[in-house]
């Protein structure tokens, strides 16, 4: 084939074959300087593909690889971005809502921190309930988000004016507006269908043999089982529960009893087992008391340099026990759901830790990261 084409017949020296060829390549080119697979879309690029990180020390004790989904390196900075992106794109699908649309959701926690963020980024306005006895802190931090807050009195689940139900009939009396509903919308169990639990299998070389991770919603734990059970039936799928908690019971005993104690841990532990939880494929659940959770973040903080939350203590301490359970050879994943700067006023005081009976319990060494 002639590819050279005179030029008088074109404005181009090449026929359309390679012209065509050249202006892809030139395409090609430019895209990769911009968009080159390293730099991610925005805030919303930056959810999920988190990096996969090696807990040195207590792989090294027990032999076993344990490794963690660095979840605080999500764009809002927590495991709940992933739910967050998630659940709007799940209302936009549903045409439930569109351009400078509302999203409401009822939270104290992550999860409204993961909205406001996706709301800036995306072009919504974001409402979030929440129970009047949270921080003044989380309060502050989503308002500097951009959401509206509304924090209504303390009523239990079945009280038509818990914050959830409150969330829900405030979508509802309004247009283009959605209520994403975490606990009972199934999109949050998908997110980890889809991402979390792929990117366990790709970045193990399907080298895994167990996960564990604590639950709230539920979605992080049933959506990363769900899509590693059918990869390999015999990953072993570890709920890590705090105290205080009704999933350890019903999991280990059928019946939906709450362990002793309320945790130092937030965001994780229910009373009932969600949407999101139904049908999670559960091989067996460990319960973790506070005391090891948080002398796991501190461990965490003193020996590899990582500043986390409890509930990241909580699911690393469980993490450790199943390895030393299942013994040398074994790779065991969880994550790191988000950075100890939220829980900095409490987890991190000394009075506070003494008063919940904790600071007594814990290693002499770690108390120099404490303050008063
Ligand atoms: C800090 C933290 N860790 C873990 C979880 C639990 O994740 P999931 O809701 O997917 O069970 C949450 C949920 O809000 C959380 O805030």
Redesign the pocket.
């Known amino acids: 084939m002639n590819l050279l084409r005179p030029m008088n017949q074109s404005r181009s020296v090449y026929s359309p074959v390679v012209s065509n060829m050249l202006q892809k390549w030139f395409q090609n080119l430019s895209f990769n300087r911009c968009f080159s697979r390293d730099i991610r879309q925005g805030l919303v690029g930056m959810v999920g593909n988190t990096p996969m990180v090696r807990i040195n020390k207590i792989s090294d004790e027990t032999g076993c690889e344990i490794l963690a989904k660095a979840e605080q390196c999500n764009g809002g900075g ?3 971005d992933r ?1 967050a992106y998630f659940l709007i794109k799940d209302a936009m699908t549903k045409g439930q809502l569109s351009a400078g649309g509302t999203v409401v959701e009822g939270t104290a ?3 409204g921190i993961g909205l406001a963020h996706m709301c800036l980024a995306m072009g919504f306005k974001c409402v979030i309930y929440m129970p009047n006895n949270q921080s003044r802190e989380k309060i502050d931090m989503l308002k500097t988000l951009g959401a509206i807050v509304n924090p209504v009195p303390v009523v239990p689940w079945d009280d038509p004016n818990n914050y959830n139900h409150q969330a829900r009939r405030f979508a509802e009396s309004l247009t283009n507006a959605c209520w994403t509903n ?1 606990f009972d919308n199934r999109a ?1 169990k998908l997110a ?1 269908v889809e991402t979390t639990g792929p990117e366990i299998w790709r970045e193990t070389g399907g080298k895994v043999h167990a996960v564990t ?9 049933s959506g990363v089982g769900t899509f590693l059970k059918e990869k390999n039936s015999n990953i072993r799928v570890v709920l890590a529960d705090p105290q205080g908690s009704v999933l350890y019971n019903y999991f280990k005993h059928g019946k939906l009893e709450r362990t002793p104690g309320n945790s130092i841990t ?3 532990g229910q009373g009932r087992v969600t949407e999101n939880m139904k049908d999670a494929p559960i091989d067996d659940a460990i319960a973790v008391m506070d005391v090891d959770a948080v002398n796991m973040t501190f461990r965490l903080l003193h020996e590899e340099g990582l500043f986390v ?1 409890a ?1 990241t203590g909580l699911n690393v301490f469980s993490a450790y026990e199943l390895a030393k359970q299942m013994g040398p050879g074994h790779t065991i994943v969880t994550c790191l ?2 950075t100890g700067h939220k829980y900095y006023a409490r987890l991190f005081n000394r009075n506070v830790l003494r008063d919940m009976e904790l600071l007594d319990k814990m290693p002499k060494i770690y108390h120099q990261y404490l303050h008063d």
Do not use: W, Y
């Open positions: 927590s495991v709940k739910a926690g992550n999860t975490q949050n980890h991770f604590g639950s709230g919603t539920g979605g992080t734990i937030e965001g994780i939350g509930t759901c988000d």
